[in-house]
């Protein structure tokens, strides 16, 4: 036997059976399709929809209740007083006499009073 009809035969063996198991008429039903696909929506809900608007609520809550005096740390690790506030944007005092302007929404976490005394 040739090289080729070898590796035709092969390929014949391995393609065969699979196209067995691809034949039509035994699939699942569409009831349990339906199942399927509500389970998946139900993972993705609970796993990533819901989590994900949760912390949404909270940094909406975080940033709206945020005011002079108040002590953060940014989202790039800025740690601070808030020393103005403006509409989308705040100045926070890093160092002495060391301003710093941020938007409201890159604050990470409001901090407890004289926690910056202590770093």
Do not use: C
């Amino acid at each position: 036997m040739t090289l080729i009809r070898k590796l035709y035969l092969t390929v014949l063996l391995f393609v065969l059976p699979a196209t067995a198991f691809a034949a039509p008429g035994g699939g699942p039903s569409a009831m349990s399709q339906i199942i399927l696909f509500g389970g998946f929506i139900l993972i993705f809900y609970f796993l990533i929809w819901r989590p994900q608007s949760k912390r949404a609520k909270e940094h909406k809550a975080l940033v709206s209740g945020l005011d002079k005096g108040d002590e953060v740390v940014t989202g790039g690790g800025l740690a601070g007083r808030i020393v103005r506030l403006q509409d989308d944007f705040m100045v926070i005092e890093i160092a002495d006499n060391v301003e710093v302007k941020v938007q409201r929404q890159a604050v990470a976490q409001a901090l407890p009073k004289g926690t910056l005394k202590d770093i």
